[in-house]
Each structure stands twice: as structure tokens, then as C-alpha cells.
């Protein structure tokens, strides 16, 4: 996996998922408020299913594993803080 971390977020298949999914709402889905700008992974990290080479098992970048949400996007300086307007939460953060 490429990109900015474990998480797979630099991963081309995220970033284009991400983009499809945002085009269609921009509801969050962990608190349920208008503005989301980022994808949050339904099924983390941790828990996603691993092959026997102990790899990520093929899905968890696909439209059927992300949601949107309101959080940070990227860990450098010139982040997007993308807090939600209405809670004030970054909400992919703070799950």
C-alpha cells in the first residue's frame, strides 16, 4: 500500500472512492451532519480482513468500505481541519 500511511488514505483507489462518494453526499456518517470533505474506512485498518502473506486483503479502499466524514485530512502542516459546523467534532478523528 502506497501513501500517506497505513491507513491506505494515499492510495489511488481511496482517493478516487473518496471522490466518487462526495460527489454523491457529503452527510457524515458518524455524526449525521451536512459538510463532510473526507471518506472515513467503515471497517478499519485493524480489523480489515488480511491474506496469508499478511497483506490487506482486496476491498478496503472500495465505495463499499467508506463513508463520509468530518475530520483531517492528512497529518502535515497545510492539513484541511474539516470540523464539523453544526458538533465541532472531527469526527473520522475521534471514533
Given at each position: 500500500?502506497s501513501g500517506?500511511g497505513?491507513s ?26 451536512e ?6 474506512h ?11 502473506s499478511g497483506?490487506l486483503?482486496p476491498?478496503f479502499?472500495d ?9 483531517s ?5 497545510q ?11 472531527l469526527?473520522?478523528?475521534?471514533r
Amino acid at each position: 500500500m502506497s501513501g500517506s500511511g497505513r491507513s491506505g488514505t494515499g492510495d489511488h483507489a481511496y482517493r478516487r472512492n473518496r471522490a466518487i462518494l462526495l460527489a454523491q453526499n457529503t452527510v457524515c456518517g458518524i455524526c449525521g451532519h451536512e459538510g463532510a470533505q473526507t471518506a472515513d474506512h467503515v471497517i478499519t485498518y485493524r480489523n480489515w480482513p488480511r491474506l496469508p502473506s499478511g497483506r490487506l486483503a482486496p476491498g478496503f479502499n472500495d465505495l463499499a468500505n467508506l463513508r463520509p466524514a468530518h475530520g483531517s485530512m492528512g497529518g502535515h502542516p497545510q492539513a484541511v481541519h474539516n470540523a464539523c459546523a453544526f458538533c465541532g467534532r472531527l469526527c473520522n478523528q475521534s471514533r
